[in-house]
């Protein structure tokens, strides 16, 4: 009796949404690296490629995925059959057209989709979203559902504007109170630091928020090499200064204390009550 008891309880996952204010803070290098940094440690990963029209991870990791989410909506395919599998058996939900429908789905897609997850849900321990970059309601629908938001800035003033500008929509609009901030792309740990502060001192003033200091990755020449082999920089460079950092980051990850855990229904279940929402 006990063995059954155990065979039927829900697995929990960390569902973790990364995203960016701007485009070109290295946001979906960084998912795909840290994806692999954490499989490293005996997770099972999967990214959700939620970057709904300038998909990215699929390049970086060299996979030509035919089949995407919209297949699944449309009754073509079922959800494992479009997961494909990246490196170190890494799982990757391409989604590069068709994902706007998430945001308007049926009840019987809703039932479809959540049926979908469901075979997935013992297959998963964290599930890293790749959003878009921007402001956008489809920025804000995968964030409000996860249980943890990364938000990458870097050392421009653009990004760190745009970095606010995120984070002002996601607590005013969606209530929204916990916020990880990793800075990209900087000379090092003092520098990171004074972005950060930089940022936390507005949010604090003006949303009144208090910000997570998460890390930093620093600027290395091998990830540009890397990307442009298409490749992870971790896999080409692993005593690269970034990917040092990437890989003290995966632990770190591991132990933020977001929103309560939940399976997989829980996250789609987020999503639908975001779309109901609107």
């Known amino acids: 009796m006990l063995n059954n008891k155990n065979k039927t309880k829900r697995k929990y996952i960390t ?9 070109g803070v290295g946001k979906s290098n960084i998912v795909a690296n840290l994806a692999i940094a954490l499989r490293r440690l005996g997770n099972e ?3 959700l490629d939620a970057d709904l ?7 970086l990791f060299q996979i030509a995925p035919k089949y995407n989410i919209q297949h699944v909506l449309s009754g073509q395919m079922s959800l494992k059959d479009v997961v494909v599998d990246g490196p170190h058996g890494i799982k990757i939900l391409p989604a590069s057209s068709g994902i706007q429908e998430l945001t308007s789905l049926d009840e019987f897609q809703r039932l479809k989709m959540l049926q979908e997850f469901d075979s997935l849900d013992d297959k998963v321990d964290i599930m890293l979203i790749d ?3 921007g402001i956008s309601e489809n920025v804000a629908f995968f964030c409000v559902a996860a249980q943890e938001i990364i938000i990458i800035t870097a050392p421009e003033p653009t990004a760190l504007t745009d970095a606010y500008a995120l984070i002002k929509v996601l607590s005013t609009r969606y209530q929204e109170r916990r916020f990880n901030v990793l800075v990209n792309s900087v000379s090092g740990y003092e520098e990171s630091i004074e972005i950060f502060k930089r940022l936390s001192i507005v949010a604090e003033r003006f949303l009144s928020l208090s910000l997570n200091y998460l890390g930093y990755i620093p600027f290395d020449e091998s990830v540009k090499k890397a990307v442009k082999m298409q490749r992870a920089f971790v896999d080409l460079y692993p005593n690269s200064p970034a990917s040092r950092k990437i890989i003290e980051l995966a632990p770190k990850m591991l132990n933020m204390e977001g929103k309560i855990k939940g399976s997989l229904q829980f996250f789609i279940g987020s999503l639908f009550s975001v779309a109901e929402s609107k």
């Open 45 to 47: 990963v999967m990214i």
């Open 53 to 59: 029209g300038l998909s990215n991870i699929d390049v």
């Open 131 to 133: 959003t878009a970059a």
């Open 15 to 23: 569902t973790i949404a990364v995203s960016s204010g701007k485009g």
